[in-house]
């Protein structure tokens, strides 16, 4: 839920801040950025059954850091290729797309997309996290109490977000390199809940 509001608030904020003109702008850039997280989703979500399998004590350790390790190597080549293509052929992206040359939107596309892929990270620290702590046996109180706490870091994340956004928004390209700070935060913050003991 987080990470579905995270990439969806920057669009929302872009409409009430920008004109419709540039908020256009801004959404065809932002969607396609997007390609970065939507388009390597499918690793995290595939790791997760592997990750949860049950095995026993001493391998599963062993296997779990193999399946992280393998799921983070074929993300990161798959989020450099996609980085790659934006850097390189922005204004063929926008084009192929959206059927116009787009000039403010292809000037963002590789800053979307960088976020997007920071977010991507985030999202295999969280299916991780929902894999390895699938077996942990905990008394109900202290489930209730770390699921409580999470909930409330996430929601500070993106109010956070909203802030950084907000008070980016002089232009497109201090817009996008908010939306790259703020996804910065929120892998920080995923982080912080993957190291977090109950």
Known sequence: MALTLFYSLDVIIAKAVFSPEIAGYYAIASILGK???WGTQPISRAMLPIASEKTEISLKNKKLKHVFRSSLLILTLGLLA?????????????????????IFASQILFRTGLAMAILAYSNLLLYYKIATSSQEKNIANNQTKSLVYKALFFVFIIIFEFVILYNSKTDLISFSNGLILSAIIFLIGSFVIFYHKK
Do not use: T
Not at 87 to 99: A, H, T, V
């Open 35 to 37: 390609i970065a997280f």
């Open 82 to 102: 996609v980085l790659v293509v934006f850097y390189e052929f922005p204004e063929l992206i926008i084009r192929l797309f959206s059927g116009k040359d787009l």
